[in-house]
C-alpha cells in the first residue's frame, strides 16, 4: 500500500515550489528551523516522533538521553537563541527541566505550536523524481540544483510532498560500543539510557566502572559518588578538565571576551591554563595523566567536582580497558579489578537513518555526512541538516544562524536566482583550515570552534540578505 501511495505521487504533475518545507524533528535545533523558515515567509510545518517538542531535552521521553542531574556544559549566555534570551533570574548554568521550559516558551512566544504535528514518526525520506526519470537534464553544472522536491513517509500516514526538507532530528541516535576483547559477566550499560543512581539499575553496593573521558563520563561518574561502593573512571588519555566559573564568572564567557578582543591562540591557552590552575588545578596536580594535547584540541569537559572527588577518593581512575574475563577487567597497564556494572560513555555513531546517506553525499560505510559546513548539500537548494554540530560553546545560537541560512537558501531557490547562484558558489570553494587542529579522533567528526564558525554563518546571512534584496 504504502509503495502503491510513492508511486502515485511520483506520477502527479510537479508543483514543489507551492509547497511547504517540512521540519522532522521539534528539538532545539528544528524548533529555530522552524521559526526562521516561517518568519521568511516559507510555509513549514514540523514533524515530531514524541508526544510533545524538546527532543534530548524533554526528559523521560525515548527521544532523550539525559539523566536526572543534567544541566548544560555551557552557560545560557552562550547557548541561547539569538533572540530569545534566557531568564535573567536564572543560574548561569540551567537545569534541564529549565531548559525544556525554555524551549516551550521560545515555540510558544514565535507561534510554533500550531505548525508541529506531535507523534509523527518518519520512517522515509525519499527525493520526489521527475515524471520523465529518463529526461536529459539540462540544468547546468555550475548553478544550485533545486530539485523535485522530497516525499516524506510517516507511520500510519500517506506519504506527503514537500518543497524542501530541514533534518534536525539530531545524530546521537546510534550509540557507540568499543571492541574490547572478553566477555563480561555484570550489567553493561551506555550513557545515553543512565538516568540516575537508581534508574535503570541501583548501584548501591556496586562497584561501578565508567569507560569514557568527555562530558557524561565525568557528570555520570560524579552522578555515582557516594552511592557506588566503589566508582572508577577509565580514559584512554588525560584530558584538560575546565571549570564552570572562573574568577566569579562563566568559564565561556571568560574565553570569549579573549576571543573578541583578538588575542592569538597561544595567549588565549596561556592565560586559560593559568586560570584553570589557580582555580582547580591542572591535571598533573591530581596526579592524573598528563595530557598529550594542547588545551582546546579536544572537545573542552566542564566540571567543577570531579578533582574534588578524586581527593576524597570517591572516584578512582584507570587506563584504557585492554580485556573482560568474566567479573573482571583487565586495564592496559596490567591492573586487574572486578566490577558489577560497566557504563560506556563512549560517544554515537554519526548517521541519519531516515535517508539515503548518498543524498547528504555519504555512503553506507562512511554514514557521517559531507555538508557544506555540515549544513547544506554542496548543489540542492531544497535540503539541509540543522544541528549536525559539536561546537566547543553553546550549540543553539549556532543553529538559529544555520537556519537563518536554510531560510534565506529557501526563499533565494524561489525569487533572487542571484543570491541562489552567490550561495552556490559559496558551497563549492575549499574548506578553510579549521582554526584549531582537534585530535584526530570519531569524537571530533563534528567538532566546529564555535567562533570561527559562527563569522562563517553571519558572513553568509549578510551576503544573502543584500542579494535577496537587490533581488
Known sequence: MLATTIETLHSMPNDSASRPWC???????????LKNLLAAGIEAECLEREDDLGGNWYFGSPASSVFASTRLISSKSMTAYTDFPMPRE??????????????????????????????MAVQRIERMEPADAAAPDTRSAIQPQAGQGWVVSVLGHAPKHYAGVVIATGHNHQPLFPTIPGTFSGSLLHACNYKSPTQPLDVAGKRVLVIGGGNSACD?????AGHASQTVLSTRRGYFIVPRFLSGRPSDLRAERMLTLGFPLWLRRLVSLRAIDRTIGL????????????????????????????????????????????????FCDGRRERFDLVIY??????????????????TAEKTCPRLFLNLLHPTQDDIAVVGLIQPDSGQWGLTDLQSQIVARMAVAAKRAPLASAWLYRQRQR????????????PRHRLEVEHFSYRKKLTRLIGGLDTRIRNA
Open 220 to 224: 555520570i561518574a560524579v552522578d555515582l
Open 430 to 441: 575549499d574548506a578553510a583550515m579549521p582554526a584549531i587542529a582537534y585530535l584526530d579522533s
Open 90 to 119: 536564572w543560574p548561569a548554568y540551567p537545569h534541564h527541566q529549565q531548559c525544556l521550559d525554555y524551549l516551550r516558551s521560545y515555540a510558544r512566544h514565535f507561534n510554533l505550536l500550531s505548525q508541529i504535528r506531535p507523534r
Open 283 to 330: 591535571p598533573h596536580r591530581h596526579g592524573l595523566q598528563k595530557p598529550d594535547h594542547k588545551l582546546w584540541e579536544t572537545h573542552p569537559v566542564v566540571n567543577g567536582q570531579l578533582y574534588n572527588h578524586f581527593r576524597a577518593g570517591s572516584i578512582t581512575t584507570a587506563g584504557d580497558v585492554a580485556l573482560f574475563d568474566s567479573s573482571d577487567v583487565l
Open 23 to 33: 521540519v522532522i524533528g521539534a528539538g532545539p535545533s528544528g524548533l529555530t528551523a
Open 345 to 362: 560513555a563512549t560517544g554515537y555513531q554519526v548517521s541519519l537513518p531516515l535517508i539515503a546517506p548518498h543524498h547528504l553525499c555519504a
